[in-house]
Every structure is written in structure tokens, then in C-alpha cells.
């Protein structure tokens, strides 16, 4: 059974930083492909990044230049560091696997507020 569980969220001021970080088990995230989403209120979950088995990445435009996604295997651990925060990242944020999705873990918070 996968189990997902994300951290590192909560109350940022624009122009802060977070890093989020996605512990995976009861499967080797090295041969697949890992996402991260997010998820507004009241809005559909989206994708905001994802990196590739060697670490080829790509970003929703939105964060563009701003997020950095990676992966370290040896930790079967994914991460994004959010730098530029502004308010409209404010979300609920979803580690997962991409495109195939294992079921989802809790997220983590962020807010982004003055």
C-alpha cells in the first residue's frame, strides 16, 4: 500500500519562502515520474510541477521561475522549494505520482498572507 505524506506548509508573507517535502513508501518513486498539485479552495486540484527519472523538470506557468522541484531517491523523498510567494499560492499542496495519481495523502497547507 502507498502511502504519501507531505510537510512543510503554512503562513508565509508574500515574498517568503517554504520548502515542502513528500515522503513516499510502499513504492520506489526512482523509475517514476513525481508531481506536485495543488488545490485552491473552491477550485480543481491542478499540477504545478513534476520531475522526470532524471530529473528533467517541467512548471506550470503560474510558477515559473519562482518553484524548484527535486527528488532525492536514496530518500524515496520529492520536494519543492516556493520562493516569490505571492497570495494566489495559496493552496492545499499534493505530492503524487504523474500521470497515474496513487491515492492521495493529507497535502500540506500553505498560506500566503500579510
Known amino acids: 500500500q502507498v502511502q504519501i505524506v507531505e510537510s512543510g506548509g503554512g503562513l508565509a508573507q508574500p515574498g517568503g519562502s517554504l520548502r515542502l517535502s513528500c515522503a513516499v513508501s510502499?513504492?520506489?518513486?526512482?523509475?517514476?515520474?513525481m508531481a506536485w498539485y495543488r488545490q485552491a479552495p473552491g477550485k480543481q486540484r491542478d499540477l504545478v510541477a513534476r520531475?522526470?527519472?532524471?530529473?528533467?523538470?517541467n512548471y506550470a506557468d503560474s510558477v515559473e521561475g519562482r518553484f524548484t522541484i527535486s527528488r532525492d531517491n536514496a530518500k524515496n523523498t520529492v520536494y519543492l522549494q516556493m520562493n516569490s510567494l505571492k497570495p494566489e499560492d495559496t493552496a492545499v499542496y499534493y505530492c503524487?505520482?504523474?500521470?497515474?495519481?496513487?491515492?492521495w495523502g493529507q497535502g500540506t497547507l500553505v498560506t500566503v498572507s500579510s
Open positions: 503524487n505520482a504523474w500521470p497515474s495519481p496513487y491515492a
Open positions: 510502499g513504492t520506489i518513486i526512482s523509475s517514476q515520474i
Open positions: 520531475v522526470s527519472i532524471i530529473s528533467n523538470t
